[in-house]
């Protein structure tokens, strides 16, 4: 199974769906859901919460329940199971339940504001066109952050994402998971074109990602916008186990790892020698030795097992995170990459454009 192999969904409503996934997240669910049940919604706009148990063996999906139930509050809560692990699994069976056009991810450790559902809305109802929206992510650190955290607080999707707000489709071309609302009209249309996720984003405790981007690309090449809203505000809690320089190391390089996929996504022009030579594995992988090599004082360190800190080192890690990726790939690479490129969901969204203004 891939993620993405799931039937049509029940036809949505003008509303948000507010999808939180989860593994395991007995402890850190209870605050995210209090967040939630404080929005302040006016009337005219419908909302529910959707909680996706992906692969979970810690009873959060009653947890969850109960504690819904114990808020009082009117607005529904479903639980749904997702057994494949992978975020981005759990992602799609989320899209499938949702009820409403408008579907929000909030992460188990993400805190959104009170007037998260209402900006949500107002946003993506303002304009037909916007496929994806993210906003402003505060770090929430468990303890003091160490002194690099600040450089590097994008790589734990902190931040503002841009240094403008508006239309950053062809500026950035992708968002935060974190906070990322999607179109549901965006991903039925990519969805009944044959998409599927080439990549499972994070599995279990497993440092991958990647998912993020991949829609975001998906939405991007199919016509639609990608917009950044600093209105939209939440806390995203970063535990003390990640806050350290191992952790971060290891976000390079499963960075490294998935851009092997996400190379499907890129516009490589083939009408040259050059344009044409890329598109071979044996090509990139010549490429990622000759980085390497050309970078002796940073690949000795890593191979010597060096733990100091340094752009160098979170460099080396990407380039054999990828050089990895690509070797157990061999010749499956060119594959993925012709299984985006001449996809039938990129000519069958391609005819049908989305709407504009």
Not at 67 to 78: C, D, F, I, K, Y
Not at 145 to 154: L, R
Request: glycine letters at 10%; hydrophobic letters at 40%; aromatic letters at 10%.
């Amino acid at each position: 199974m891939t993620p993405g192999e799931i039937g049509p969904g029940e036809p949505t409503h003008h509303g948000v769906s507010i999808v939180v996934c989860y593994h395991n997240s007995a402890v850190r669910l209870q605050d995210t859901l209090r967040c939630l049940w404080a929005q302040e919604v006016e009337p005219g706009i419908p909302w529910e919460v959707i909680i996706v148990d992906n692969a979970s063996n810690d009873g959060t999906g009653l947890r969850a329940a109960e504690l819904w139930a114990g808020s009082r509050v009117a607005t529904p809560l479903t639980v749904v199971c997702e057994p494949t692990a992978g975020l981005s699994f759990a992602r799609v069976r989320g899209l499938e339940a949702a009820r409403y056009e408008f579907v929000s991810f909030v992460d188990d450790d993400n805190h959104v504001s009170p007037q998260w559902v209402a900006r949500v809305f107002r946003r993506m109802d303002s304009d037909p066109a916007i496929g994806g929206c993210g906003g402003h992510n505060t770090a929430a650190p468990e303890g003091d952050p160490p002194p690099w955290f600040a450089k590097y607080a994008g790589w734990f999707a902190v931040g503002r994402q841009w240094h403008e707000e508006g239309d950053i489709t062809q500026a950035r071309g992708w968002l935060f998971g974190a906070g990322l609302t999607v179109r549901r009209e965006a991903w039925r249309r990519l969805r009944d074109g044959g998409f599927r996720f080439q990549t499972t984003d994070r599995q279990r405790k497993a440092v991958s990602g990647g998912g993020d981007n991949e829609l975001c690309f998906a939405l991007q090449m199919t016509g639609w916008k990608l917009w950044l809203d600093w209105d939209l505000e939440l806390r995203h809690v970063i535990p003390r186990g990640r806050m350290t320089w191992d952790y971060l190391r290891s976000l390079y390089r499963g960075a490294g790892a998935t851009s092997v996929i996400l190379d499907a996504y890129a516009d490589r022009r083939t009408d040259s020698l050059l344009g044409y030579l890329r598109c071979h594995w044996w090509w990139q992988v010549l490429s990622m030795l000759r980085q390497l090599m050309g970078h002796p004082a940073a690949s000795l360190a890593y191979i010597l097992g060096a733990t100091r800190e340094g752009d160098a080192i979170l460099e080396t890690e990407e380039r054999v995170g990828r050089l990895a990726s690509l070797l157990m790939r061999r010749g499956r690479y060119g594959d993925v990459l012709r299984s985006v490129q001449h996809a039938a969901w990129r000519i069958s969204v391609l005819r049908s454009p989305p709407a504009t203004p």
